[in-house]
């Protein structure tokens, strides 16, 4: 019985490859030191994985940026803007692609399906001329086997790396990507062949887009595609790999009726329904590489579980033709268990991380030859047993509340033109009342001060005056520059999901649980593992303590349930609706809390909502119709003179617009500069919309002052469309991330323009 792993995180344990890219970048070192690191790095995860027992072990899931822009390097795809002149692509041009340089920018980024990952979005015309430009994947092979280690070269398949891809600039409308695919594959064949004469027995293609909602021709495509590569792959076993969700019906047709086709992996932790259409047919002679091992989570597998299924599947396609595999690339989990010291015993026995899932994977293979690791089996049953049971993870009451919240509703009482006006009563504010999204630039000072704190360097009498001077520099600034709604500037905030998780109950935290995010960037989300409570008001000294500063509305700033939620590692053992609402119940309490200590404007920040989104659209009803629950719970005890704002990053909303609109807040402050005022269209189009809105008027994301008649003029493009006496004024997002050197000039401009605009209507 084999073991397979579909690909390993690059970063290393400690992140070594992140500070090798960055020392890269600033010119401290050069492209050997970086080259060095990242095969030692490979070595070591290649030697780990052959140390654990896996059979099936992957190479060329290592990238230097992102596996997509590997393959756009593979294929020589490089848009002309870049000034490629041919020959293998090296660091220059591959991180030009990747950061874009002095004179050009970067190729556009965006999410690998649903995970937190960004990959470069190939950009393909008719005029892009492919050749084979990008040796890695037969250099990491042969790099391997000087190790004495034979690996299955894995690539982005060609169907799906054209479906991941988006029409060069002139033919957005009109360019069908798919058209490509005769050009490309000459240029996988070379691949192949070299592979093959290497010495691969085994190749792996990614077609992770099996799982989206296709149509008829694109699935016709895959057909196309493999059976045009079918004889240069002959001599070579090929593996078909899907991750992510089930696969579709009609796509488990096509896939399992590709030719030339040696096996098929399937993610069978969030495709449960692929282990349907699996028992109801399996192509015979074919491997079948099941997914059981969530790549995607830090939990521990439940092996008596995972084994039974394994065997279940046994039956159906044979003893020597059943893979056991992770259920994706381990890519989108933490990297090693070993190096979490401040962990207690008992949540640590819970986890596993990428290092621990390789072995649990190899445990399973093991076990269905019969030679069953007594003992590891025995601790895994023990850590799932002490996991279900634990009062730790069971808070009986928090169940209770959060069960009675599905189904029923939560809304409101008054409706928001009437709240709008019983607000506007106490508040008093101007038209085009401006405000900000909550932070305020992070010195170097500041996050010193935080560190000492937590590091018991200086006394919480210290560290509250420090904040506290820092709240009123930013309340006397604001009041300064005539801003109407202000914010204390969160600086006692690090992360805005951290901050609030260390505050509640039913939150982990590691030292090293990072995850790639893009390029060299990784987060380290907080681990949910059992029932969320809040046994102490979160915000509200902060938040009096800077509304005694000033006469201005002060607004409390949360972290709303969603974004909470979608920004950590979720437990496994309940739906995630069910970990919602209970996080909800605890934002709630929070709410109340502000709301009685006199703050009358709180803003709710749902900056993740749209992220959580299912790949498919058939789960879109179902998440949205939960997710926007969630929110209205958190507020639906307030009284109707107490404002209700939320903000949401990226402007991408015009498909769930009747869901924003849903959440009935009082007030929606959202990102639209960056996006040619994709959102106005939305409201061009006859949307109605009465609560109040504020299209962020500038981008916060660049350095870039604007001038106020930038953003006078556009402020009138959203009074065209949208009511003088629902606009608010303000930027983009937080400006957490600016110096006061941008954000003093800025929001002068944004002041002047909101002022500006007053007189004429
Ligand atoms: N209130 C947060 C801030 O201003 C919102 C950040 C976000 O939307 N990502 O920093
Ligand atoms: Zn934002």
């Known amino acids: 019985m084999a073991s397979h792993i579909v690909g390993y995180p690059r970063m290393g344990p400690k992140r070594e490859l992140k500070f090798a890219l960055e020392s890269f970048w600033d010119g401290k070192s050069s492209a050997e030191d970086l080259e060095k690191v990242s095969a030692d790095l490979r070595a070591s995860i290649w030697k780990q994985m052959s140390d654990a027992g896996i059979k099936y072990i992957p190479s060329n899931t290592f990238a230097y ?13 490089v848009p002309p803007r870049y000034n490629w002149t041919g020959g293998e692509i090296g660091f220059s041009t591959y991180f030009s692609m990747a950061r874009g340089n002095a004179s050009v920018p970067a190729m556009e980024m965006t999410k690998w399906f649903d995970t937190n990952y960004h990959f470069i979005v190939p950009e393909l015309g008719p005029d892009v001329t492919f050749s084979y430009a990008s040796h890695k994947a037969v250099n990491e092979y042969n790099e391997a086997k000087a190790l004495g280690i034979d690996t299955v ?41 070299e592979l093959k004469a290497a010495g691969a027995s085994w190749i792996q293609f990614d077609e992770p887009t099996l799982v989206l909602d296709l149509e008829a021709h694109q699935l016709e495509a895959f057909t196309k595609a493999y059976a045009e590569l079918e004889s240069s792959l002959s001599g070579v076993n090929v593996l078909v790999e899907t991750y992510f969700a089930d696969v579709p019906a009609p796509a488990y047709k096509t896939l399992t009726s590709l030719s030339g086709i040696s096996g098929f992996g399937f993610d069978l932790i969030r495709g449960s329904k692929t282990l349907d259409l699996i028992k109801g047919s399996f192509p015979s002679g074919k491997y079948l590489f099941a997914g059981v091992v969530d790549g995607r989570n830090i939990w521990a597998n439940d092996l008596a579980a995972s084994l039974t299924t394994l065997q279940s599947l046994e039956g159906i396609v044979g003893k020597d ?67 279900k049971s634990s009062p730790r993870v069971n808070n009986e009451a928090v169940q209770k509340a ?146 005694s500063m000033t006469k201005r509305p002060m607004k409390g700033m949360l972290t709303g349930p969603v974004t909470i939620l979608n920004w950590s590692f979720v437990r496994n053992d309940q739906p995630r609706f069910e970990t919602c609402y209970q996080i909800a119940l605890a934002i709630k309490d929070e709410v109340e809390d502000l709301e009685k200590a006199g703050i009358t404007v709180i803003q709710i920040d749902e900056a993740a909502l749209r992220e959580g989104l299912p790949l498919r659209k058939a789960e879109h009803a179902f998440y949205l119709d939960w997710a926007v629950h969630s929110f209205r719970i958190t507020n639906v005890g307030v009284e109707d003179t107490t404002q209700i704002h939320t903000h949401m990053c990226y402007s991408n909303f015009n498909d769930i617009i009747h869901s924003i609109i ?30 109040g809105i504020g299209p962020g008027v500038y981008d916060i994301h660049s350095p870039r002052i604007p001038s106020t008649e930038e953003i006078a003029d556009r402020i009138n493009k959203m009074l065209a469309v949208l009511e003088t006496n629902i606009l608010w004024v303000n930027p983009d997002c937080g400006l957490k991330t600016r110096k006061y050197g941008e954000v003093k000039p800025a929001l002068e401009a944004m002041v002047s323009a909101a002022k500006l605009l007053r007189k004429e209507l």
């Open 153 to 193: 070269p894995v690539l982005v398949g060609p169907v799906s790396y054209l479906l991941l891809s988006k029409p060069a600039k002139g033919v957005e409308k009109t360019f069908n990507l798919l058209s490509l695919l005769d050009k490309i594959l000459p240029i996988y064949k070379e691949v192949i062949g």
């Open 321 to 387: 033709k059943l893979v056991v595999s992770t259920s994706t690339s381990l890519l989108h989990t933490a990297v090693d268990l070993v190096n979490e010291t401040k962990l207690d015993k008992e949540i640590k026995s819970w986890l596993a991380f990428a290092a621990q899932k390789v072995v649990e994977v190899n445990a399973l293979a093991k076990a269905l030859t019969g030679a069953k690791d007594e003992e590891f089996f025995a601790a895994n049953a023990a850590a799932q047993a002490s996991r």
């Open 402 to 547: 959060a069960a009675a919240l599905k189904g029923s509703e939560h809304r409101r009482a008054t409706n928001v033109s009437a709240r709008l006006d019983a607000q506007q009563k106490k508040l008093n504010l101007p038209i085009l009342p401006t405000t900000t999204i909550g932070s305020f630039p992070q010195t170097i000072e500041l996050r010193r001060v935080r560190r000492e704190y937590k590091a018991k360097k200086i006394s919480e009498e210290e560290y509250t005056k420090a904040i506290k001077e820092e709240i009123n520099k930013v309340v006397k600034l604001q009041e300064e520059l005539d801003i109407d709604v202000l914010v204390h500037g969160e600086p006692e905030r690090n992360d805005m999901v951290e901050y609030f998780g260390e505050q509640l109950s039913g939150f982990a935290f590691t030292a090293n649980g990072w995850v790639q995010s893009y390029g060299s960037r990784c987060v380290k989300p907080p681990i949910i593992y059992g029932d969320v409570s809040r046994p102490n008001p979160m915000t509200v000294f902060w938040s009096t303590a800077a509304q």
């Open 65 to 77: 940026y992102d596996q997509v822009l590997d393959t756009t390097a593979l294929l020589g795809a």
């Open 662 to 691: 849903d959440m009935d807040a009082d007030v929606i402050t959202i990102e639209n500069s960056r996006s040619d005022e994709k959102l106005l269209s939305v409201f061009r189009e006859g949307v109605k919309y009465g609560a």
